[in-house]
């Protein structure tokens, strides 16, 4: 297996996600760390633009967003499998829309005397709405008991079960998992969910995986002297949205994706991925891959 690169930060809860899956799964990796706040020059000279953390880079090939991400590590890992059954999918949606937002509004609100002007500024600029430190701290009594009624829900879903996803954790107990773990930064009262609690104790104990430190120069270096590898999934061209292979399209979150935007040529898309090449001086070419779900992508026009 090629190297696995993880440009992240130690504090995100998004990173947390990935550092716990390569420890569930046994993998070492190396590990890029991110500046919190823009500008992050050697990120987006890598991924053509997208600045959110975590990234999952392997060669000249860079995958973008926890759900990718996770789908490529159970591509290239697939034993101890995180394939979710039952359920876990919809809590694995769940948590990115709804449980993920509330622990934000939580720990932010928490927190906010000791997080930097830079920092709000930041963030305000990727929401594309501007952060108050008075209004997020009269948010957190809402947002505590809003967080307390959703835990609530996971409390009882642990009453027979040592996993949301059953016996063994899937998808969707690590995206769970990383939320609560912000959470929890924010000094959130778990001691109100004894099912909860243990079940994080049993989650932090898989540990992050064999961590290696690289510098951002290396993983760029590393980019430039590889080729991309070939996809490793069928296109469908058009696709039902109109979109076809060599089409130059734009891509950006559909959340928390203000300056986020990627240009570069289509080269695959189906129902659950797409790719992006580019080609720049420092990294020569790569590609970006990102999922569908959460994603707009539009064909650029030329002027």
Request: proline share 6%; with cysteine; hydrophobic share 40%.
């Amino acid at each position: 297996m090629s190297d696995l690169v993880l440009h992240h930060y130690n504090e995100s809860p998004y990173a947390e996600k990935i550092r716990a899956l390569l420890g569930y799964k046994g993998l070492n990796w190396r590990s890029v760390i991110v500046p919190r706040i823009a500008p992050k020059p050697d990120l987006v000279t890598l991924t053509a633009g997208y600045r959110k953390v975590p990234v999952l880079q392997i060669g000249a090939d860079v995958f973008c967003d926890t759900h990718l991400i996770a789908l490529e590590l159970q591509r290239l890992a697939p034993s101890p499998s995180t394939t979710g059954s039952g359920w876990n999918d919809i809590v694995e949606h769940w948590v990115d829309l709804n449980l993920f937002g509330k622990a934000v509004a939580y720990t932010f609100g928490k927190n906010v005397d000791h997080l930097p002007d830079e920092f709000l500024a930041d963030r305000a600029a990727l929401r594309g709405a501007p952060l108050d430190r008075d209004a997020l701290k009269r948010a957190v009594p809402l947002a505590e008991r809003e967080l307390a009624v959703n835990v609530a829900w996971v409390e009882s879903g642990l009453s027979h079960q040592a996993f949301v996803n059953g016996s063994a954790p899937g998808t969707g107990d690590f995206t769970l998992y990383s939320t609560l773990w912000f959470a929890r930064h924010g000094r959130f009262d778990f001691t109100r969910f004894p099912l909860t609690a243990a079940w994080m104790e049993r989650m932090k104990a898989f540990g992050h995986g064999e961590r290696t430190d690289m510098t951002a120069e290396e993983a760029i270096a590393l980019a430039a002297a590889h080729e991309p590898a070939p996809l490793t999934y069928q296109s469908v061209s058009p696709d039902v949205s109109g979109l076809a292979l060599g089409q130059l399209v734009s891509v950006m979150p559909e959340s928390l994706g203000h300056g986020t935007t990627v240009q570069g040529e289509l080269v695959g898309i189906n129902a659950e991925r797409l790719t992006l090449e580019q080609h720049n001086e420092r990294v020569g070419r790569v590609r970006v891959h990102f999922p569908r779900l959460g994603y707009r992508v539009r064909e650029v026009k030329a002027p």
